[in-house]
């Protein structure tokens, strides 16, 4: 009896969005995470971009706008 052939893409899938893991990181985490397509380019800024705003009272006026 024959085994069915089960053919493999080289692209490796995932069952989340390729954003949606960058949302789920601690903003601490994002400093060691490296992203490898153009979509996780941009929600890993998108990321950074929030984190930012959460910390922007925090920096004085004189600091870095």
């Known amino acids: 009896m ?3 052939v089960v053919k493999l893409s080289p ?3 995932s069952d989340a969005a390729p ?3 960058y949302t ?3 903003c ?4 060691g995470v490296k992203a490898e397509s153009a ?10 971009q929030q984190c930012l705003e959460q910390y922007r009272q925090f920096i004085p006026n ?3 706008r």
């Open 28 to 31: 601490e985490e994002l400093a």
């Open 24 to 26: 789920d990181l601690a």
């Open 19 to 21: 954003g949606q893991a």
């Open 11 to 13: 692209q490796i899938r």
């Open 62 to 64: 004189t600091g870095l």
């Open 39 to 48: 979509v996780q380019q941009r929600a890993l800024a998108t990321r950074k």
């Open 2 to 4: 024959a085994l069915p």
